[in-house]
T-cell receptor
Framework: NAGVTQTPKFQVLKTGQSMTLQCAQD?????MSWYRQDPGMGLRLIHYSVGAGITDQGEVPNGYNVSRSTTEDFPLRLLSAAPSQTSVYFCASRPGTGTLTGELFFGEGSRLTVL | RKEVEQDPGPFNVPEGATVAFNCTYSNSASQSFFWYRQDCRKEPKLLMS???SGNEDGRFTAQLNRASQYISLLIRDSKLSDSATYLCVVNVGGFQKLVFGTGTRLLVSP
């Protein structure tokens, strides 16, 4: 099983450039989310989606856009990269949206450096 | 106050030791609680869910104290392979938002 697949695994950008981090899951999960992980900050929720066509903001949404046109894909777009967006990004999904389905399945992460 | 706070680390323990981590949460309406494990430069993976009555999985025991708003993780007979960062996770503001603590690093030495 592929599970949650993120691409690219590594990326270096210059300030002001745009890019899209791709996330795909093959488990037919309703819920998908993006986190960033920074030293001393833990994982912080950027955006999440409870199904195709539905997205919402998390804790740190500024500077990021998302869309959910299909159940499988949940891309994260950086419109104008800033050094503060240097981080490790994780995409995660889970089967349902109720309290008993809390296990998040994570991708391997995307390490982004903005110069 | 942070929504989820964990014991500061790292915890350095010898093999065979028992170690406990605590995690406090600020939202009294939270209903879902989990412990995740994250190895260095890897993605987090679910270790165990935390239920109201407490639960055990082999050497690992998780407990929830709603009155004091904290959860705990007890690891008995520590193994070298237990060395990792342990993340406390709580739902905040509804079922859709899971908030992670900053993690507690455990180092088990021979």
């Amino acid at each position: 099983n592929a599970g949650v697949t993120q691409t690219p695994k590594f990326q270096v950008l210059k300030t002001g450039q745009s890019m899209t981090l791709q996330c795909a899951q093959d488990m037919n999960h309703e819920y998908m989310s993006w986190y960033r992980q920074d030293p001393g900050m833990g994982l912080r929720l950027i955006h999440y989606s409870v199904g195709a066509g539905i997205t919402d903001q998390g804790e740190v949404p500024n500077g990021y856009n998302v869309s959910r046109s299909t159940t499988e894909d949940f891309p994260l777009r950086l419109l104008s990269a800033a050094p503060s967006q240097t981080s490790v990004y994780f995409c995660a999904s889970r089967p349902g949206t109720g309290t008993l389905t809390g296990e998040l399945f994570f991708g391997e992460g995307s390490r982004l450096t903005v110069l | 106050r942070k929504e989820v706070e964990q014991d500061p680390g790292p915890f350095n323990v010898p093999e065979g030791a028992t170690v406990a981590f605590n995690c406090t949460y600020s939202n009294s309406a939270s209903q879902s609680f989990f412990w995740y494990r994250q190895d260095c430069r890897k993605e987090p993976k679910l270790l165990m869910s935390v239920y109201s009555s407490g639960n055990e999985d082999g050497r690992f025991t998780a407990q929830l104290n709603r009155a004091s708003q904290y959860i705990s993780l007890l690891i008995r007979d520590s193994k070298l392979s237990d060395s990792a960062t342990y993340l406390c996770v709580v739902n905040v503001g509804g079922f859709q938002k899971l908030v992670f603590g900053t993690g507690t690093r455990l180092l088990v030495s021979p």
